[in-house]
């Protein structure tokens, strides 16, 4: 079974700092993902990676950026956090066209 | 653009009555097409998937979902659900490239 896991399952963030949000995949997939989840928006893409060192814009890529140091790392960093990226963030690895496996989640909330 | 549309935000039914969960989606070629359940504070995983072949296909727990090209649909159905059932269903839509489309979510309360 694939394993998928995010760090920090919770984060409290103040508006105008910095947060960095981890995600370790252990099967090797090359495409690993980032999304938002938000009441009534299901899941938005905010980034992925097709591979280390590969980074690539997502839907709603605005006020985030992602690291891809490894095949089994993939970052999501807010600069600037604003209350409106008070959201859940799920990061996510496989291949979209069979499966993609999904971490549980970090909660995060910028005040 | 892909898109994906579950046009019920919730659905309530009864333990052992049947159910069925909206998709419709939108894209010129046929997609691969999946269902994945979200339970409580937990990630996604994969119910059932499409490509070709028999337009309805088996999933995990009695699930199964029926493919209609002439309607763009993907739904979901079981015949008798389960008070676990209750969770967050999506529909979601890859077309070959390297980026999974989600619907908005369908929330299950199966009531006793």
């Known amino acids: 079974e694939a394993a998928v896991t995010q760090s920090p399952r919770n984060k409290v963030a103040v508006t105008g700092g910095k947060v960095t949000l981890s995600c370790n995949q252990t099967?090797?997939?090359?495409?690993m993902y980032w999304y938002r989840q938000d009441t009534g928006h299901g899941l938005r893409l905010i980034h992925y990676?097709?591979?280390?060192?590969?980074?690539e814009k997502g839907d709603i890529p605005d006020g985030y950026k992602a690291s891809r140091p490894s095949q089994e790392n993939f970052s999501l960093i807010l600069e600037l956090a604003t209350p409106s990226q008070t959201s859940v963030y799920f990061c996510?690895?496989?291949?979209?066209?069979?499966?993609?496996?999904f971490g549980k989640g970090t909660r995060l909330t910028v005040v | 653009a892909q898109s994906v549309t579950q046009p019920d935000a919730r659905v309530t039914v009864s333990e052992g009555a049947s159910l069925q969960l909206r998709c419709k989606y939108s894209y010129s070629a046929t997609p691969y097409l999946f269902w994945y359940v979200q339970y409580p504070r937990q990630g996604l995983q994969m119910l059932l998937k499409?490509?070709?072949?028999?337009?309805v296909v088996q999933g995990v727990n009695g699930f199964e979902a029926e493919f209609s090209k002439s309607d763009s649909s993907f739904h979901l159905r079981k015949a008798s659900v389960h008070w676990s059932d209750s969770a967050v269903y999506f529909c979601?839509?890859?077309?070959?490239?390297?980026?999974?489309?989600f619907g908005s979510g369908t929330r299950l309360l199966v009531s006793p």
């Open positions: 499409y490509y070709s072949g028999d337009p």
């Open positions: 996510a690895s496989g291949d979209p066209n069979t499966e993609v496996f």
């Open positions: 099967n090797n997939h090359n495409n």
């Open positions: 979601a839509v890859s077309a070959g490239g390297y980026k999974v489309v």
């Open positions: 990676s097709y591979g280390a060192g590969s980074t």
